[in-house]
């Protein structure tokens, strides 16, 4: 029975399929729990109780610092923010409201009761959606570049992209040109300048563009 390695030559205890999801969902800010409930389903007969120290290790080595930003980030929140907002190198601006909704009755004139859905600004004291939208908002950013610069039609919800299979190597080439541009930008850095209004360092990467340029799996 082989066994696949890593580029370092260790064994490789994972595959993609197998942390694609656990580490989605816990780079959104899922806590422990929900993380190792998510390992334990994609894993299957090869989960353990010691596979989630395993994962955050990983996490750790390949990506270092990012649980750390995150939580950086999340602790930013301003608990008496009514609007955040950020703009994008498109000129895009992005307004961040806590709201909440919730149904209530009303009797008018003591008449007839009536049920509504009444939404509006919940200040919250700790919160992840600080995070979650800053990574949804580039989401959207890399969609509208994509449309933008591509000759051809594009159909896409989110980070799903679809096109007329004559072009779909192009859609690609020109995804990965954008993820790119970005890793060589202060695109988050300068969201978190304009949300706290105070500098933010340049935080350090050892990913190349022609890593993200070779990369094999990017959209298809």
Not at 17 to 37: C, D, F, H, I
Request: proline share 4%.
């Amino acid at each position: 029975m082989s066994t696949n390695l890593t580029s370092a030559g260790n064994p490789q205890l994972f595959n993609r399929n197998e942390v694609k999801y656990p580490l989605m969902q816990a780079s959104y800010g899922q806590r422990e729990k929900g993380t190792r409930g998510q390992l334990k389903q994609d894993m299957g007969d090869k989960y353990n109780d010691g596979i989630y120290d395993l994962f955050v290790q990983a996490v750790d080595e390949v990506i270092p610092g990012f649980f750390f930003i995150m939580e950086w980030v999340n602790g930013q929140w301003n608990p008496e923010a009514e609007l955040v907002t950020w703009t994008l190198p498109d000129k895009f601006l992005v307004q961040l409201k806590p709201t909440s909704s919730d149904w209530y009755k009303f009797k008018p004139l003591d008449l007839f009761e009536v049920s509504a859905k009444v939404g509006g600004v919940e200040r919250e004291d700790e919160t992840l959606m600080l995070w979650v939208s800053i990574i949804h908002s580039i989401d959207a950013y890399v969609a509208r570049e994509v449309i933008h610069r591509c000759p051809f039609d594009i159909i896409t919800i989110h980070d799903a992209f679809r096109c007329h299979p004559n072009h779909a190597h192009k859609m690609k080439v020109v995804y990965k040109e954008i993820l790119a541009e970005i890793n060589e930008s202060r695109l988050f850095e300068d969201i978190l300048q304009q949300i706290t209004g105070q500098k933010v360092e340049t935080l350090g990467t050892d990913i190349t563009t022609e890593d993200i340029m070779n990369a094999k799996y990017a959209i298809c």
